[in-house]
C-alpha cells in the first residue's frame, strides 16, 4: 500500500484508573517497514498535528503546532521525549511494558496490516526527571473513514 488511506481513529487513554475516548479523521499509510497514522486535534491553544510511526515493537508520535511534544515508545526501553506548549517545556521519559499490534484482536508478530480495521495498544509509566507522574494506557483504533 503506497496511496493513503482516509481513517477514522478513535483513542481510548487510561490514566490512573479515568479513561477518556476522542475520536478523529486521519489518513493511514505504509511507507518501507513502517506505517503512519496522520489527524489533527484541536486544543483549547489551538490546532495540533499529529503524526505516528509503527515499526516493529516501536511507535514514535510526534506533535506540532499550539502544543509541540516527541516521544518514542519502545517495548521494555525507557526512551526520552519533551512536551512544549509555548508556557512550559517539560523532558520526559517514558518506560514502555506493552506494545501491541491487533488485528481481528490477534497480535501481529512481524508484520504490518495491510487492511483496516486494526488496533495498536501501549501502555507507559511517564516520568519527569526521576520523577514517576502516571501509568498510562492508550489504544488507538484505526478504522475505514
Do not use: C
Not at 102 to 120: A, I, Y
Request: hydrophobic share 35%; glycine share 6%.
Amino acid at each position: 500500500m503506497n496511496h493513503k488511506q482516509g481513517v477514522t481513529i478513535t483513542l481510548e487513554s487510561k490514566q490512573d484508573g479515568e479513561s477518556i475516548a476522542l475520536t478523529y479523521s486521519g489518513e493511514w499509510f505504509i511507507k518501507e517497514n513502517s506505517f503512519y497514522i496522520r489527524y489533527a486535534e484541536q486544543t483549547e491553544l489551538g490546532e495540533v498535528r499529529n503524526l505516528l510511526r509503527y515499526e516493529h515493537q516501536m511507535l514514535s508520535h510526534s506533535r506540532k503546532g499550539a502544543v509541540n511534544s516527541e516521544q518514542i515508545y519502545a517495548l521494555g526501553i525507557r526512551r526520552s521525549g519533551y512536551y512544549d506548549n509555548k508556557v512550559v517545556k517539560f523532558e520526559l521519559d517514558a518506560h514502555t511494558s506493552e506494545l501491541l499490534l491487533l488485528h481481528n484482536d490477534e497480535v501481529m508478530m512481524d508484520e504490518l496490516p495491510t487492511k483496516l480495521p486494526f488496533t495498536l495498544e501501549w501502555t507507559y509509566d511517564l516520568f519527569v526527571g526521576e520523577q514517576l507522574t502516571g501509568q498510562f494506557s492508550n489504544r488507538l483504533i484505526i478504522q475505514e473513514g
